[in-house]
């Protein structure tokens, strides 16, 4: 495959559309045959190359140094699963599915508060919703539950200093990873192996029409 022709747009399409259950590349191949590019176009054909081989790698690479900034800012693992909680809110399905367990929960000990918590009637005309559907969760609008997540897990990033810390452990790792994909010599086999994932992710497309 000539990676010389493929964009940077597409890589990034790519990432995102292929599947990233696959295993990672060994460790005996993933640390050997390094060498500089000769040319800037050779080093850009190499990192987009490396990139979409060694993708399971380089998340595993990412993760592994995010948490041990992590161990060592214990306050900040606090903040990060507030961020997470927030953020997932803003999936309907996360919020819905945790809005009745909540609900489900609090009826057993109070069922009066738990209907108090029913989201409030929506008015109906012609058949449609007169203004468009809230999500609500415990009777609130769930942007009230990711504001209030957000704005907490920002005071205990502040707090532990964990966001400057974090920040700088996320710059270390892309930076070594941008450093393995540009010194890392794809073989012919990476070429082979990439070019049959994606002539398979294609042939599923095309089967299911």
Same mark, same amino acid.
């Given at each position: 495959?000539?990676?010389?022709?493929?964009?940077?747009?597409?890589?990034?399409?790519?990432?995102?559309?292929?599947?990233?259950?696959?295993?990672?590349r060994?460790?005996?191949?993933?640390f050997?045959?390094?060498?500089?590019?000769?040319?800037?176009?050779?080093?850009?054909?190499?990192?987009?190359?490396?990139?979409?081989?060694y993708? =399971?790698?380089y @998340?595993? *690479?990412?993760?592994?140094?995010? !948490? #041990?900034?992590? +161990?060592?800012?214990? %306050? &900040?693992?606090?903040?990060?699963?507030?961020?997470?909680?927030s953020?997932?809110?803003?999936?309907?399905?996360?919020?819905a599915?945790?809005?009745?367990?909540?609900?489900?929960?609090?009826?057993?000990?109070?069922?009066?508060?738990?209907a108090?918590?029913r989201?409030p009637h929506?008015?109906?005309?012609?058949?449609?919703?007169?203004?468009?559907?809230t999500?609500?969760?415990?009777?609130?609008?769930?942007?009230?539950?990711?504001?209030?997540?957000? =704005?907490?897990? @920002?005071v *205990?990033?502040?707090?532990?200093? !964990? #966001?400057?810390? +974090?920040l700088?452990? %996320? &710059?270390?790792?892309?930076?070594?990873?941008?450093?393995?994909?540009?010194?890392?010599t794809?073989?012919?086999?990476a070429?082979?192996?990439?070019?049959?994932?994606?002539?398979?992710?294609v042939?599923?497309?095309?089967?299911e029409?």
């Amino acid at each position: 495959m000539d990676w010389d022709s493929v964009a940077a747009g597409d890589v990034v399409e790519a990432l995102r559309e292929v599947e990233w259950s696959t295993s990672p590349r060994s460790l005996a191949e993933f640390f050997s045959r390094f060498a500089f590019p000769r040319s800037f176009s050779k080093w850009m054909s190499r990192l987009k190359c490396n990139l979409y081989y060694y993708r =399971t790698n380089y @998340f595993i *690479l990412l993760i592994f140094v995010l !948490g #041990l900034a992590l +161990i060592t800012r214990p %306050l &900040a693992i606090i903040g990060a699963a507030l961020t997470a909680l927030s953020l997932a809110f803003l999936n309907d399905s996360f919020a819905a599915t945790f809005n009745e367990k909540a609900i489900r929960t609090i009826r057993q000990f109070s069922p009066h508060l738990a209907a108090k918590m029913r989201p409030p009637h929506m008015p109906v005309i012609r058949g449609r919703s007169a203004s468009r559907k809230t999500v609500y969760v415990c009777g609130q609008p769930r942007l009230v539950f990711v504001l209030l997540g957000l =704005t907490a897990s @920002f005071v *205990l990033w502040f707090a532990s200093c !964990g #966001l400057l810390w +974090i920040l700088y452990a %996320l &710059a270390t790792a892309l930076l070594m990873i941008m450093l393995h994909a540009s010194l890392r010599t794809p073989n012919l086999k990476a070429r082979l192996n990439t070019f049959r994932e994606e002539f398979r992710a294609v042939w599923r497309n095309y089967s299911e029409l």
